[in-house]
């Protein structure tokens, strides 16, 4: 059965620098998403992807971070200057259509 | 604004017990709610849809509009129901981008 897969699973950096999460979702879905839970906290959005451009992104989602799809089939979360509160769990998902989404199995950011 | 609610953080149970976690909802038009279950040490994967009215594992789940709630039953716990749960909205925007509950954590004692 396909899964959507995320590298690195563990990704540590120094403040300020710039990480690259990366995702591969199922091959013949349309909708791309990134989600990101803190320690303790419950899972928030981030940020829709369609067609080749965001379609939705949170508060969180502001100019240090942005997604691509550079080839057809990877689809990266770059933050660019890391901060301490972005640690968290970073989930990518994926959605054909009207049904449900398929996570991947998270990267676990940690700065310090 | 679209919020959802999971009041207990955990809930302990024995094998056999019946089971309620329970999730309330904010939102003012027809949200699709779901709840998402995730093993140890697994990922987060769809549990249930209140669309599809189906059971899954032996767990229902009503969508209750005048009481706002979705409410994630059994009849009867079994150990390898212990995980976490979150009850999730999708809502206005057609992105389907979905707003997560806190999450449940549900441990089954033999």
């Known amino acids: 059965e396909p899964e959507v897969t995320q590298t690195p699973s563990h990704q540590v950096t120094q403040m300020g620098q710039e990480v690259i999460l990366r995702c591969v979702p199922i091959?013949?879905?349309?909708?791309f998403y990134w989600y990101r839970q803190i320690l303790g906290q419950k899972v928030e959005f981030l940020v829709s992807?369609?067609?080749?451009?965001?379609?939705?992104k949170s508060e969180i989602f502001d100019d240090q971070f942005s997604v691509e799809r550079p080839d057809g089939s990877n689809f990266t979360l770059k933050i660019r200057s890391t901060k301490l509160e972005d640690s968290a769990m970073y989930f990518c998902?994926?959605?054909?259509?009207?049904?449900?989404?398929?996570f991947g199995p998270g990267t676990r950011l940690t700065v310090l | 604004a679209q919020r959802v609610t999971q009041p207990e953080k955990l809930l302990s149970v024995f094998k056999g017990a019946p089971v309620e976690l329970k999730c309330n909802y904010s939102?003012?038009?027809?949200?699709?709610l779901f709840w998402y279950v995730q093993y140890s040490r697994q990922r987060l994967q769809l549990l249930l849809r209140?669309?599809s009215r189906e059971s899954i594992k032996g767990f229902t789940a009503d969508l209750n509009k005048g009481e706002t709630s979705f409410h994630l039953k059994k009849p009867f716990a079994q150990e390898e129901d212990s995980a976490m749960y979150y009850c999730?909205?999708?809502?206005?925007?057609?992105?389907?981008?979905?707003?997560f509950g806190q999450g449940t954590t549900l441990q089954v004692k033999p």
């Open positions: 998902a994926s959605l054909r259509g009207v049904a449900e989404q398929f």
């Open positions: 091959s013949n879905h349309l909708y």
């Open positions: 992807f369609y067609n080749n451009e965001i379609s939705e």
């Open positions: 939102y003012s038009g027809s949200p699709e």
């Open positions: 209140h669309i």
């Open positions: 999730a909205l999708s809502g206005s925007s057609n992105t389907g981008k979905l707003i």
